[in-house]
């Protein structure tokens, strides 16, 4: 009887280990996810780029996370990173998709004239230098040179010089372009303009 049961036992068993691990979910499950479907997607219509990122890619060196993140983990760029961080323009800096030019510390080491700009009475002035650097309308970095729009809704030019070097305003390109997931990174020793003081 016991031998002629283990016999059987397989037919009995393997129905039941199919049904487990077939996937289906259960109907408490289906109904779970019906209901946050709907959510999950407007999310990730307004934004299907947007992931969680691991601390490594954040805090890596020239971290391609966004910009700011670039500018933030970037050795070469910790005087920018106090201008922006002043300003009330991080937030866009961070997620705008716009391609930022950013002055590489050698910049402000040159010439220490603009400590002044961290002052609370030129917040204007700081708002006005980093939006200066902040590109609008570049497709890519293979397709720099042409004439673009800063957030300061002024009307740049990037544009070969007769060395063949590519410059924006008092700005010189690195040839170090970096695509992050929140924009494009333009190295740059100088500024694309100079500060205008309150």
Known sequence: ???????????????????????????????????????????????????????EELNEPYSKVSPWRYIVTSPETQYFERLV???????????????????????????KNWKGILDEEQQDALDRFVKAH??????????LEGIYENLNGEMVAIEKNEQGELYCGGARLLGREVETNGGLVIPVMGMVEAIQWD
């Open 1 to 55: 009887m016991i031998s002629m049961t283990l016999r059987f036992l397989p037919l009995f068993v393997a129905p039941f280990i199919l049904i487990g691990c077939s996937g289906t979910p259960t109907p408490q499950e289906s109904a779970t996810q019906e209901i946050q479907s709907p959510a999950e997607k407007v999310k990730e219509k307004a934004n299907p780029q947007r992931r969680s990122y691991t601390p």
């Open 85 to 111: 961080g002043k300003s009330t323009q991080a937030r866009v800096v961070h997620s705008s998709g716009h391609a930022i030019l950013v002055p590489q510390d050698e910049t402000f080491t040159t010439d």
């Open 134 to 143: 902040v590109i609008v309308g570049i497709k890519g970095p293979k397709m």
